[in-house]
């Protein structure tokens, strides 16, 4: 039986750093600006890198989220390289992405540094995406729920807003692997996920929260995906940088509550 949907869904699109400047106007004119979802039902986010967000921000039609993978765990100041919330929201954006497990592998992001993201994001009124998941060995030696929940107590101990807060699960292993996890082990995990927040946070909080899939999510396989009780939505990698998006989309979109 399909799982009746109760709040909106969320589909970002997570662009990683891929593409030039003439892909992301394209990408955005092409397609983006072109998807037939409504509001009401559900929100659509995109990410492209950094230096391509002023031109996002501009051109994408208001409907859609334009989200940084990024944010500065630090205020503005003596920090180079880094991009401040307060600098996002300059820009006049309203969500960042956080805890990528590319970020936490490659550049060594830790539980912590990530909370601390959040923290300054909350600070400037930013939502945040919260990646969190485990690898390939953790999940065979069976700590897939001691790995989400030791990544989501580090952000309970910084008392942050969690309606502010869409957790992404994204299990690494399948993470433009093509490995994607079957709806039945997404949902053991995402059940898990808001268990855990009714717990430590609250019974409406864990109610509210949207808890999306991400990892090698396409436009054949996120039909099942979707169905799944404790399933809202998805974070596309690979995906939403081609015409598959655009089915996702649809797809969730038929799904959404009415
Ligand atoms: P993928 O990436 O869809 O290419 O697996 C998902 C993500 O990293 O957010």
Redesign the pocket.
Known sequence: MEAQKTKKLYV?G?W?SNGDLKFAKEHIENLINKLDFSPDKMEVMISPIFIHLPLAKEITKPNVIVAAQNVSPFPKGAYTGEITAEQLKDLGLRCAIVG???RRSHFQESDELVAEKIVQAQKEGLDVVL?IGEKLEEREAGETNSICKRELEAVLAKKVDWSKIVI?Y?PIW????GKVATPEQAQEVHNFIRNWVKENVGADEAEKIRIIY?????DKNCANLIKMKDIDGF??????LKPAFTTIVKICNEIAKT
């Open positions: 970002g997570n990683k990528h497990s590319e990646c992404a994204e399948a993470i433009g692997t991400g990892g090698s999510v396409d974070l596309v990698g690979g995906a939403s």
